[in-house]
C-alpha cells in the first residue's frame, strides 16, 4: 500500500477520511498530522494536546504536531504559515512519504490551495470523501458508530449546539441552511468513539465559554481537573 499521512483535527471529517482510507486498501496512513495554535490547541476546536494525543494513542497512529508561534493579537502570517508547513511536509517526504490526505467535502479553493502547495515539495494531496453529498456524510458518520460531540459552534446556531452530541437528533435542529457537516464553519467537532478507535475515549463536557461569534465547551477527559 501507498504510505500517506493524515491531516488531522480531531474532529469527524478527518476521523472519517480515517476509516474510508483504511476501508479502501489503497493507502497505508502512518501517521495523524494536527496543526496546533501557540496556545496548544487545535485551531478552531478549541481542544488541545492531551485529547489529540489520547485520540492517537486509541487509533493506533503517531501524532505529528505542528506548532505555530505565539504572535500576540496577530494571526500567523501566510508566509510564516506556508515556510512551518513545507519543512514539515519535506520531512516526511524524506521518510518517503508522498501524499496527504484530507477530509474536506467541497470547498474548491481550499482544495486547489492545498495541491499546489505540496506540489511544490513533490507530494500530493488525497480527498476521500471529496463531492459526497454532505447528508450521506453526515449519515454515514453516525450510522457507522463514531462518537462525537460540538466542541465549538458560530453564536447564529445557539449557545446549545456547543458540547451537544453530534447525532441525528442534532442534524434535525440545526437552523435552515446549516451545513450537516458545518463544512462552511458553523461547528467544529470532537471524535470519542468509533470505528478507527481501539477503545472509547472517557470525555466530560465542562463549561461553555463565548469569544466574539463563537461558542466554544470545555471538552476534557473525563477525571481530569480544570
Not at 50 to 72: D, H, M, S, T, W
Not at 113 to 132: D, H, I, S
Not at 170 to 179: H, I, K, M, S
Amino acid at each position: 500500500m501507498t504510505p500517506i499521512v493524515l491531516s488531522w483535527s480531531g474532529g469527524k471529517d478527518s476521523a472519517l477520511a480515517l476509516h474510508t482510507l483504511r476501508e479502501g486498501g489503497e493507502y497505508d496512513v502512518v501517521a495523524l498530522l494536527t496543526t496546533l495554535s501557540a496556545d496548544g490547541t487545535v485551531s478552531h476546536h478549541g481542544f488541545g494536546e492531551a485529547l489529540l494525543e489520547a485520540q492517537a494513542e486509541a487509533i493506533g497512529l503517531p501524532l505529528n504536531k505542528i506548532r505555530l508561534p505565539a504572535v500576540g493579537a496577530s494571526a500567523v502570517s501566510h508566509a510564516t504559515y506556508a515556510q512551518i508547513m513545507t519543512e514539515a511536509m519535506l520531512r516526511w517526504h524524506g521518510k518517503g512519504v508522498r501524499h496527504v490526505a484530507f477530509g474536506d467535502l467541497f470547498l474548491e479553493d481550499l482544495r486547489r490551495a492545498r495541491e499546489a502547495n505540496l506540489a511544490k515539495v513533490g507530494m500530493e494531496a488525497v480527498f476521500p470523501l471529496w463531492m459526497r453529498d454532505t447528508k450521506a456524510v453526515a449519515e454515514r458518520f453516525i450510522a457507522s458508530g463514531f462518537k462525537a460531540v460540538l466542541a465549538s459552534a458560530e453564536a447564529r446556531l445557539g449557545a446549545g449546539f456547543a458540547g451537544r452530541p453530534y447525532d441525528r437528533a442534532l442534524l434535525a435542529d440545526l437552523p435552515e441552511g446549516t451545513d450537516p457537516c458545518g463544512e462552511y464553519g458553523e461547528f467544529h467537532s470532537f471524535v470519542w468513539d468509533g470505528p478507527v478507535f481501539s477503545e472509547p475515549l472517557p470525555i466530560r463536557i465542562g463549561e461553555t465559554v463565548c469569544a466574539g461569534n463563537i461558542y466554544t465547551a470545555t471538552v476534557a477527559r473525563a477525571g481530569e481537573v480544570g
